[in-house]
Structure formats: C-alpha cells, structure tokens
C-alpha cells in the first residue's frame, strides 16, 4: 500500500507515543501510565501524558485535581475534534506536561459515531491529528486509554506507535487481551508503525513462574508471535496506592517523602499521630524503575533496528 506523505510524517512524529491499553478497568494502566511519565519526566526526558478518560484519576494521582488549570477534558476534547490546537497544562512536574481528561470527554463517542458514518476507519485518526503538532516537543508521549470505550481505545491504537497492556496476574485482563489485538490488527492498516511494546504484571504478590507463563501464552495466542512479557513486574501495595491517590504523589515522590518523614520515636516523643507513608513506596519505585528501564531498552533495540531498515524497504 502506497503511504502517503502526511502519514509519514504524522507517525514519524508519533513515534515515541506509547499507550496503555486494555479493555479490562482496575488493571493498572492509570497508575502505569502516571508513574511511567513521571518517572521518565524525572530522568530528564520530557513528556506529555494524555488522559483520556472522564474519570480523571490522572489528575487525582498527580495532585491537580479542580485546580485551575484543570478543564476536565475542554481543551482535548476541542483538539480531537479539530476545533483548537492541543493545549497541555505545562510542568504539572518538571518535563512533564499534561492534557487532562474528564466528564467533557463525555461527548466523544457520540462524536466518534458521527464521524465514522461519514469518513470510515480514518475518523479514528482525530487523536494521531491532535498530537501530531505538539509529539515533537517532547521525548514521550504517553497515552493513558479509558476500559470498555471501543471508539476511545481505538483513537489510541491510530495515534500511539507503541502498546503497554498492564494485566492482573488473577486473569483479570488476560481476555481483554483478545479485544485488544483484534483492533490492533485493523488499527495497523492505518497506523503502520503500530507495534506492541509488551506486557506487564500489575499489582501481583509473587514472581512465579507459572503465572509469567500463563499470561505470556495468552499474549502469544492474542497477537502471535513472540510477545513480549516484561520481567519487571509492579507488586501489589494497597497502602502504597492510597497513599499516592491521597497525596497527588507517584510512587518515586513518595519514596522521597518517606525519607523526609519524622521517625516513628519523633511522633511518639511529640504525642502526634501522623498518616504515615508506608515504606513499601521505595519497593513500589524500584519496580517502576525497573520497568521503566526495560521499556526503554526495548524501544532503543527497536529503534535501532529500524534504522537498519530503511535500505532494504527501498529496495522492495
Ligand atoms: N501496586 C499496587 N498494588 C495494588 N493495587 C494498586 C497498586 N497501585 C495501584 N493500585 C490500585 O489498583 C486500582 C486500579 O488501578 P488503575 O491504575 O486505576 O487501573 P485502570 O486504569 O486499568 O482502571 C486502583 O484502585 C489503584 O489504586
Ligand atoms: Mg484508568
């Protein structure tokens, strides 16, 4: 299929957007997605995290929550719809930009619906177009995609180059995964460069074996091939998830905050009960910095193997 200029360009500019996807709710892509940015954002690269979802829980875990630079959606919601250019709230931490999402989404999928009936599969390019002039900014571009939205999944799977699907080690994402692949394969007729990125366990007590294979069977048999399963994993930590969502604070921050916090005997001495931070945050860190590392060992390879590449397709 001969590709066009414009969509050369418009993936060439996407091509370090990742998005976190699964049609599953509850299997960590928010908490992924936030961490993920805030963490590369702290290293130095700069981001750009799009929410996508009306719940907003990104503002929550962020700590912007109402604030005024929140408009719940307004300003995504008119550059998806080709009414105004992408606007994110700037250094929500430092390098990392956000566009918030929230109940103005609501109108989307009717949107959506609307357009598909006149245009076709290509109406779910409106997000690629919407990032497309402001990706470049940034070193990463990080799309967190609301569950059960079929529409809003697949503007995320026309926009991103890259897909992180979070899943439960319980099962709990595993079939969603099927849904997933099934769109990412019409997706990459549009988006060429669409690859899967991998998966990664959330919220699991133990590395065992066999639940690593389980899901890695469920990936290989959904996309084919050899899928890649993250040796990385987020540990479960209840405490530490509502510490973050209480506080506004990711889970490195929090490990900072830890540090900083009076010891125990302190509070004691002073008569105060503070709400503690528990000390599995640094636990929690250090797994997505783990992960975080292996996401970019994974795009770099990939990368460079792409580069590789460029004389052989010519030659076809
Ligand atoms: N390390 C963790 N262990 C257990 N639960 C967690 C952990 N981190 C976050 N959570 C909780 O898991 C739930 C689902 O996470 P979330 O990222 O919102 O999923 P999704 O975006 O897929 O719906 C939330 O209630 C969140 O607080
Ligand atoms: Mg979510």
């Not at 997706?187 to 065992?208: E, I």
Request: aromatic share 6%; hydrophobic share 45%.
């Amino acid at each position: 299929m001969a590709r066009h200029a414009e969509q050369l360009a418009r993936e060439d500019a996407l091509s370090r957007t990742i998005a976190l996807v699964n049609d599953k709710g509850g299997v960590g892509k928010t908490t992924l997605a936030v961490n993920l940015a805030g963490q590369l954002a702290a290293a130095d690269f700069t981001c750009l995290l799009v929410d996508l979802n009306r719940q907003a829980n990104v503002a929550r875990d962020l700590g912007y929550r109402d604030t005024p630079s929140d408009d719940h959606g307004r300003n995504l919601f008119d550059a998806i719809t080709g009414r105004s250019a992408l606007m994110p709230i700037p250094g929500v931490r430092q390098g990392l930009d956000v566009a918030p999402g929230g109940t103005e989404l609501d109108d989307l999928v009717a949107w959506m619906v609307t357009r598909m009936g006149r245009e076709g599969p290509s109406a779910n390019l409106a997000l690629a177009n919407a990032l497309a002039p402001v990706a470049p900014n940034y070193d990463f571009v990080v799309i967190d995609s609301p569950p059960e939205a079929t529409f809003l999944v697949d503007l995320c799977l026309y926009a991103a180059h890259w897909i992180l699907i979070p899943t439960r080690s319980d099962g709990a994402g595993l079939d969603g995964m099927e849904n997933v692949a099934k769109r990412f394969n019409v997706a990459k007729q549009y988006n060429s460069g669409l690859s899967l990125l991998g998966a990664v366990l959330f919220g699991t007590g133990v590395r065992s074996t066999s639940i690593h294979d389980e899901v890695r069977a469920q990936l290989e048999s959904a996309f084919g091939g050899d899928s890649p399963l993250f040796s990385a994993f987020i540990r479960f930590s209840e405490k530490t998830a509502q510490d973050g969502r209480r506080l506004g604070r990711l889970a490195h921050e929090l490990e900072e905050d830890l540090a900083a916090q009076p010891a125990w005997w302190q509070e004691l001495r002073d008569g105060k009960r503070g709400s503690r931070i528990s000390s599995t945050a640094a636990s929690v860190a250090g797994d997505y910095r783990d992960l975080a590392l292996e996401v970019l060992t994974v795009l770099r390879e990939a990368e460079e193997a792409a580069e590789t590449m460029p004389a052989a397709e010519g030659a076809q």
